[in-house]
C-alpha cells in the first residue's frame, strides 16, 4: 500500500490550502481515510477521518468548521481543503488508511494501518 500526500506549502493566517493524498495497492473504496498532523515537538494528533463511501465524517475540535475531508473513489485520492488557516495549524500532516470503522476506530491513530510519508503546511503570521 502506497500513499502519497501533497498540497502543503507557505499561506499567510487566514488562507487556504488543499491537500491530496493518493493512495495504491488496496481496496481504497473499501477503507477509511484520515488526516494527522505533528507539530514540533509535539505528538502526532488526529485532524479528520472519512468513512469508506464518504457518509460519515470526523473532525478535531480545533479544525471544526474550518476543514473539510472528502474523498474521490474513482480516483482513490481524499482530500483536506483547509479553509481560515491559522499560525498553530502548521505541522506535518500524514493521511493514513485502514480498516472500516466508526467511532474511536476513525479517531485512534493506532487504528490506522498504513501511513503516507507526510507533507508541510506552514501557516505564517
Known amino acids: 500500500v502506497q500513499l502519497q500526500a501533497s498540497g502543503g506549502g507557505l499561506v499567510q493566517a487566514g488562507g487556504s490550502l488543499r491537500l491530496s493524498c493518493a493512495a495504491s495497492?488496496?481496496?481504497?473504496?473499501?477503507?477509511?481515510m484520515g488526516w494527522f498532523r505533528q507539530a514540533p515537538g509535539k505528538e502526532r494528533e488526529f485532524v479528520a477521518a472519512?468513512?469508506?463511501?464518504?457518509?460519515?465524517?470526523y473532525y478535531a475540535d480545533s479544525v471544526k468548521g474550518r476543514f473539510t475531508i472528502s474523498r474521490d473513489n474513482a480516483k482513490s485520492t481524499v482530500y483536506l481543503q483547509m479553509n481560515s488557516l491559522k499560525v498553530e495549524d502548521t505541522a506535518v500532516y500524514y493521511c493514513?488508511?485502514?480498516?472500516?470503522?466508526?467511532?474511536?476506530?476513525?479517531?485512534?491513530?493506532?487504528?490506522?494501518?498504513?501511513w503516507g510519508q507526510g507533507t508541510q503546511v506552514t501557516v505564517s503570521s
Open positions: 493514513a488508511t485502514g480498516n472500516r470503522g466508526v467511532g474511536a476506530a476513525m479517531t485512534t491513530e493506532n487504528q490506522y494501518v498504513h
Open positions: 495497492g488496496h481496496s481504497f473504496s473499501s477503507s477509511k
Open positions: 472519512i468513512n469508506w463511501i464518504g457518509g460519515l465524517k
